[in-house]
Structures are given as C-alpha cells and as structure tokens.
C-alpha cells in the first residue's frame, strides 16, 4: 500500500469523522428539518404554553398543517407569544381558535387549531386571538381536590351529627366559601 | 492440621500479595510508558506519515465493523424503544432515546468495545511479534528509539482514531433507528427529529461524548501497547498478552465510563 493510497483513505476518513460531527451537532442538535414548503407566520399569545417547545407540529383536525417558528415572552402583557408558521396551502378564517394540546398522556405538545366562521383570512403577521392555554397537570389535580373537598359527603356529615351540628348548617356553611 | 491449614493460609495470603506487587508493578510500568510516549511523540508528527499509516490501519480498516454494528444497534434500540414508548402514548419520544442512548453512552462505550478487540489486539500482537524477533533490539541496535518509532505513532493514531469512529457510531445509529421508527414502524418523521433536536445539547450531550470517546483512546491504545511491549517474547506470551488486552481494555473502558459520566453529571 503506497504513501498516496494510505493519505486517500485517512483524508476520507477524517471527512467522513467531521460529517459525522458536524450531523450530530447540526441534525441531531438543532437544524430544523420540516418538510413543509412555503409558509406564512402568524402570532399567538397564550397565558401559559406548557412544555410546547419550537419546530413542534401545528395541527388542524389532526393533520400537520405547519409548525411551531418560535416562542417568545411579551414582558407587558406577561404572556407567552407563540409564533407558528403555516404552510400556504392552507388558508384559516380570522376567528380561528388555538389551543395547545399534548399527544398522548405524557407526549409532546403540539399546537391545533380550529377554524371559525369568519370570511377573511389570516395574513402573514396576523395574531390569533383566541386561544386556549395548555392543560397544566398539577393544575388540573389541585382544582380537582379542591372541588371534592368542598363537597359535603357522608363522612362529614356523620361526623358532624356526632359533634352534635346540624348538617344543613354546615352545607351552607361552605356554600358560602370562597371557591 | 491446625498448622497445615494456617501454612494455606499463609500460601494464599503471600499469593494475594505477590498479585498485588506484580500488578502495582505493571500499572508503573505502563505509566512510565505513557510519559515516555508523550515525550518521544515529537518523532511522530515530524513524521506524520508514519501516524497516518496506522491511522489507516485502525481507523478506516475499523470503518467496517463501527458502521454495521451501529446500523444494527441503532435499529435494535428503536425497536426496543418503541416497544415501551408505545404503552405511554409517547411513542414521538423514540428519536430522543435513540439519540441520547448513542450520542452519551453507546457511542463511545461500543465503539471502544470494538476498537479494543479490532484494532487493540492488532497492535498488540504486532508490537509482541516485533519483540519476540527482536525487531525492537535491532532498532536500538541501531540508535533508533522504538518508543518513538513504533509506539509514539500508533498511539497517536489510536487517539485521532477512536473520536471519529465514535461519532460515525452515534450518526449511523441514529440513522438505522430512524429507519425502524419512521418508515417501518410510522413514527411521525418531523417529531422524531424536533423531539430529538429539542432534548440533545451540543455542549452536554454530543461534547461530552467526544471527550468520552477521546479519554477511551487514549486508554484503549495505551493498553494495547503497554501489553504488546510487556508481553514475553515467546509465542505463548504474545498470545496471553493479546487476551488481557481483550479483558483489561474492555473493563478499563466500562470503568472510567461510569467515573466520567458521575463527573459531567454532576458537574
């Protein structure tokens, strides 16, 4: 094997080594890959987002119709303003609705929207204004509690009979409470 | 009986000891060679392509096998993956796995596994092979130092090596596990990448696998030398030191693995 072969083939090598550095970095680190062509942005704000992240789908009855281009913070309303860019094909009313929804129990979040009855159409630059914030878990647990505890069941009940209360005293009683 | 078994007590304590002394002995040894590497290292890089034969001779000769086993591994644990993912309605998160599994842990440790049993023993047995036909004797015979001559360039080689093989590793693994997940199994292909772009850092999972497989080479190489200089000059020796090249890379790798990941974890 002759000096110039052995060079061919380390040169190729190392290119091969650096493609594979540079794929891990660029591909697998972060490159958007969307295979959607061209695309028109709009803006949505949303009080709270969730785990959406950037480049997640854009859904409309289930099929991908775009994705997320980025996330940002408006600090005066104090609100998260997702940008999502939609591929051309589609055209969605004024009044379209976003909500973010999460694929699966514990998936990743993307965005869905669904279409209003309005006559004109979303622009480039549009912002949507109605929009549903992402279901927040230990949100969704806690009102659940709350709600069960306020509920006057048998257990209270028995035991207030035995601390000698009325029970219809006490079911106003948290009537009246704040939640 | 009471002192032929305390005389076996004693055997086994005084061979306890007599293994220790031995293997203290070659841990100094093989660190007395690794500085002496380093310092004669200038002669390889003078003259580069002497690395760059052994380069090619453990890295692209390597190609081969790193390629196909990194197919099959990517592919297997896309397949593992989806498996379980499955059951949680979060199937979407196979390509992170796949990624992160490589990327931080199989890359490097597989790839090591491999080059210690491809291109390790390959050194080992040519450095034993040099010293059993006093090839190494006739080079100092004739003012020729073979720790720059023979051992400089092939660690060297090993070190440049082992990265390059680690990240074509990751790459072609991810490659075969997003063949499984999306053509084969219908994985959504944009969420197989953005999950997979969202979750992998640049600097902490795919920089830190670089100077895991680089600390790897080092070791892996060195080891091979160290058993190919240390190894007996008879065919028997050349053939013992080719195993414990085997064993010793392979639980050197797994080991530091462990301490280097507690490390960048936690650091």
């Given at each position: ?121 979303l622009q480039e630059g549009d912002k949507i204004t109605q929009t549903q914030d992402a279901v927040v878990l230990e949100k969704m647990i806690s009102q659940f509690l709350y709600n069960k505890a306020s509920e006057p069941n048998n257990d209270s009940k028995a035991s207030d009979e035995k601390a000698g209360k009325e029970p219809a005293a006490t079911s106003t009683e948290l009537g009246d409470a704040p939640f | 009986m009471i002192k032929s078994a305390l005389n076996g007590l004693i055997g086994l304590l ?254």
């Open positions: 094997m002759d000096r110039i072969k052995i060079d061919l083939w380390v040169g190729i090598f190392v290119a091969l080594g650096v493609a594979a550095l540079l794929g891990l970095a660029m591909k697998v680190g972060n490159l958007t890959s969307s295979k959607i062509g061209d695309t028109y942005k709009v803006t949505a704000a949303f009080e709270n987002i969730g785990g959406l992240k950037p480049n997640a789908p854009v859904k409309s009855a289930g099929v991908l119709v775009g994705r997320v281009a980025d996330i940002g913070f408006d600090s005066k309303a104090y609100e998260a303003v997702v940008t999502i860019k939609i591929d051309k094909r589609y055209a969605f009313p004024k009044d379209t609705f976003a909500n973010i929804y999460t694929a699966g129990l514990l998936g990743e979040q993307y965005v869905g929207l669904e279409a209003g009855g309005d006559e004109d159409v | 005084s061979g306890i000891g007599h293994r220790m002394i031995a293997r203290t002995w070659r841990l100094g040894a093989g660190a007395r060679l690794f500085f002496l590497t380093l310092m004669y290292s200038g002669e390889s890089f003078r003259r580069f392509h002497l690395t760059l034969r052994e380069v090619y001779f453990t890295g692209v000769m390597s190609l081969l096998i790193i390629i196909v086993s990194a197919f099959f591994v990517g592919m297997v644990l896309a397949l593992q993956g989806y498996n379980t993912l499955q059951k949680y309605g979060s199937s979407e998160a196979i390509g992170v796995l796949v990624a992160l599994a490589l990327v931080r842990e199989l890359g490097p440790v597989v790839t090591a596994l491999l080059f210690a049993g491809r291109a390790g023993t390959a050194i080992t047995a040519e450095i034993g092979l040099m010293k059993t036909t006093e090839q190494l004797s006739a080079m100092e015979m004739m003012a020729v130092n073979p720790i720059a001559r023979v051992v400089a360039p092939r660690f060297w080689a090993g070190v440049i090596a082992m990265p390059i093989l680690a990240a074509l590793f990751s790459m072609v693994g991810i490659l075969g596990g997003y063949l499984v997940a999306v053509p084969l199994i219908g994985v959504d292909d944009g969420a197989f990448w953005s999950q997979m772009q969202a979750n992998v850092d640049v600097r902490d999972d795919v920089i830190n696998g670089v100077i895991k497989s680089l600390v790897f080479g080092v070791a892996c190489t060195m080891i091979a030398l160290f058993e190919g200089f240390d190894a007996p000059p008879t065919a028997e020796g050349v053939s013992h030191a080719t195993t414990r090249t085997v064993v010793i890379s392979s639980l050197t790798v797994l080991g530091l693995d462990f301490v280097l990941t507690s490390f960048m974890l936690v650091v």
